[in-house]
């Protein structure tokens, strides 16, 4: 991995097109329930966050949880619906959220359980889970179809040889730009488990990347 993977300002890429129009979203709704109105004395005094509605984390993070959906394995024909899968989670679970933590480690933790019921669907359906996340990479050499497919071919192959744990710790920390404590909240294990996952996860594509880069042995002609 290069340096590069420590700046998470450099690791945001906007891949993708952006989401669906939020018309077809849940409609937002305002919190109702006296435990969830904090005036701001309270909040700056229990260190909780204001929590925004539904339309609010739309608007602001919509793209962000297209692309990690894509990042995570789902696919283009998918994307539309799951998007829409995790935001009816979001409309769901807001009022469990306490903005104890960044609200985008809350909803990584959305994408990625999503993102990994999607995956097991796609299992059982026999179908392959292909996801597009090289859309800047193909555009930049011209959108060649023999390019696009050898860049996204490469990825996949790279990413389908880790386990979901590995892949998603790779994924959030990476591509995404979350610190590794945030990955760790979001995955829902402890820091070192983190590291160990990424470490083993750069492992592993380095691994898959030396041996795609050993040149083919020629086979010996038994008759000579």
């Not at 979203?25 to 929590?51: F, I, K, N, Y």
């Not at 394995?73 to 979001?90: H, I, N, R, S, Y």
């Not at 945030?182 to 750069?202: F, G, I, K, M, W």
Request: one cysteine or more.
């Amino acid at each position: 991995m290069s340096s590069s993977a420590h700046n998470p300002s450099s690791r945001q890429e906007s891949w993708g097109s952006p989401p669906p129009s939020p018309d077809n979203r849940p409609a937002a709704a305002p919190l109702t329930g006296q435990a969830h109105r904090t005036s701001d004395r309270d909040d700056a005094v229990s260190g909780r966050r204001p929590v925004p509605t539904v339309r609010q984390i739309f608007d602001e993070h919509a793209r962000y949880v297209w692309r990690t959906l894509r990042h995570l394995g789902v696919a283009d024909a998918d994307l539309e619906d799951v998007c829409q899968e995790v935001f009816v989670t979001v409309h769901r679970k807001l009022p469990e959220f306490e903005g104890r933590s960044k609200l985008r480690t809350w909803l990584y933790g959305i994408c990625l359980r999503v993102a990994s019921d999607y995956r097991r669907r796609a299992y059982v359906r026999r179908e392959r889970a292909v996801a597009d996340p090289l859309q800047g990479a193909a555009e930049a050499h011209g959108n060649q179809p023999d390019v696009r497919a050898e860049l996204r071919g490469t990825l996949l192959q790279l990413l389908d040889a880790l386990d979901d744990d590995k892949r998603a710790v790779l994924v959030l920390y990476e591509i995404e730009g979350l610190s590794m404590k945030e990955v760790a909240e979001v995955v829902d294990c402890p820091l070192q488990t983190a590291y160990s996952r990424l470490h083993a996860a750069r492992r592993r594509i380095m691994e898959a990347m030396a041996r795609d880069s050993q040149p083919p042995r020629v086979k010996e002609d038994a008759s000579e």
